[in-house]
């Protein structure tokens, strides 16, 4: 599986970004798509993930402001991301996996920053 992220950049706090993972290879081995960041001195934490049979889960600190996504003729797991605030700054990584196990991918990840 290869996972190839893009729209990071510079937006205003109170701004829009959307964020898109291409991804191929072998998708279908993983249940899992989502889409984690990590700020600097900061663990990777999850952002949200899309789930095979098609339910979301999002960070509370997030809930409401964005939304996961897929699109099957892009290949696409898409993070529409509005209202952004300045501790939204990290970068951001696409994630497949097969959940509960070892078995996953990133992406390299695209800077988001968010100025005050």
């Known amino acids: 599986v290869s996972l190839l992220e893009s729209g990071g950049g510079l937006v205003q706090a109170g701004g829009s970004l959307t964020l898109s993972c291409n991804f191929s290879?072998?998708?279908?081995?993983?249940?899992?798509l989502g889409w984690y960041r990590q700020s600097p001195g900061k663990e990777r934490d999850l952002v949200a993930i899309?789930?095979?049979?098609?339910?979301?889960t999002y960070a509370d600190s997030v809930k409401g402001r964005f939304t996961i996504s897929r699109d099957n003729a892009k290949n696409t797991i898409d993070l529409q991301m509005n209202s952004l605030k300045p501790e939204n700054t990290a970068v951001y990584y696409c994630?497949?996996?097969?959940?509960?196990?070892?078995?996953?991918?990133w992406g390299q990840g695209t800077q988001v920053t968010v100025s005050s």
């Open positions: 899309l789930r095979k049979v098609g339910t979301t």
């Open positions: 290879g072998a998708i279908f081995t993983v249940d899992t």
């Open positions: 994630n497949a996996q097969q959940w509960g196990t070892s078995y996953e991918f």
